[in-house]
């Protein structure tokens, strides 16, 4: 397996390159906290070969959605989750998700937040630019397998004033409690699991689940503070087993990246 970007169908055509908390921050936190010690408490200490399961329904896991080609039933591409940004409009995902040396950049992407069963309880918002690091654009270095988003806004809407958004974490270092929650090809559910990250790398970290198949490239790695620290891609564009998954280590590349997207 190359990856979890693998999209069910191979017929994506190009698409041109563009480049202070809120108000229910507070209650974000505390809820993504409690559903990480719970699964935490049910899923046992690191390595001793946990297995992901369904995410139950929440708001959290609902800023987790599908990125698709033209509708949410369409051929999948990958994960991607909301994060807040000023225009209010801002996904992170995995650089391989929206970029690649085969066809270039994907065109008609569409991102279905909280999807599952069929059921696209906020709609789809169409993509309208991605932001990747030149040296992904270039070489497909996975040091900078990670990417910025926008999406067009729906019914008046922006993505975060429907779902909200996690804020982004960077410099955190390694070893702290993550969940993992992403969207494999073969489900229409999303699935999570939680555990600690390791250093893979000084500038790559690894998470430790059974589970992460083809699709759950840029699934974001929520600490227990609410904040975004990784997604998984980066080495092995994000791992070659479903046991281990990968991420770049989110520190000033991503920092800068991020302005970039914001600018």
Do not use: K
């Not at 190009?14 to 229910?24: F, L």
């Not at 999807?115 to 630019?129: F, N």
């Amino acid at each position: 397996m190359d990856g979890r970007a693998r999209p069910e169908e191979e017929t994506e055509p190009r698409m041109p390159s563009r480049p202070v908390r809120t108000a229910h921050a507070a209650r974000t936190v505390a809820v993504a906290a409690l559903l990480l010690a719970t699964a935490m408490a049910c899923g046992g200490g690191q390595g001793d070969g946990r297995t992901a399961a369904v995410a139950p329904q929440n708001p959290v896991w609902d800023r987790v959605g599908t990125l698709s080609v033209h509708t949410a039933q369409g051929p999948r591409a990958c994960t991607a989750s909301v994060v807040q940004s000023p225009r209010r409009n801002l996904l992170v995902t995995a650089a391989h998700c929206v970029q690649n040396h085969r066809i270039g950049l994907l065109d008609g992407l569409v991102f279905t937040p909280g999807y599952r069963d069929g059921y696209s309880p906020y709609g789809s918002w169409p993509v309208r630019s991605v932001t990747v690091d030149p040296r992904w654009s270039a070489d497909a270095d996975p040091e900078y397998d990670v990417a910025f988003v926008t999406v067009d806004p729906v019914g008046g809407r922006q993505v975060e004033d429907a779902v909200g958004g996690n804020p982004l974490g960077t410099d955190q270092g390694f070893g702290l409690a993550v969940s993992v929650t992403g969207y494999p090809n073969e489900r229409d559910e999303p699935i999570t699991c939680s555990g600690l990250t390791a250093s893979q790398s000084p500038t790559q970290e690894r998470f430790d689940c059974a589970g992460y198949t083809d699709g759950t490239s840029g699934s974001p790695w929520l600490t227990t503070n609410g904040r975004v620290i990784g997604v998984i891609g980066g080495y092995q564009e994000g791992g070659e087993t479903p046991g281990t998954s990968y991420s770049v280590t989110f520190d000033e590349r991503v920092t800068e990246l991020f302005q970039q997207a914001v600018t």
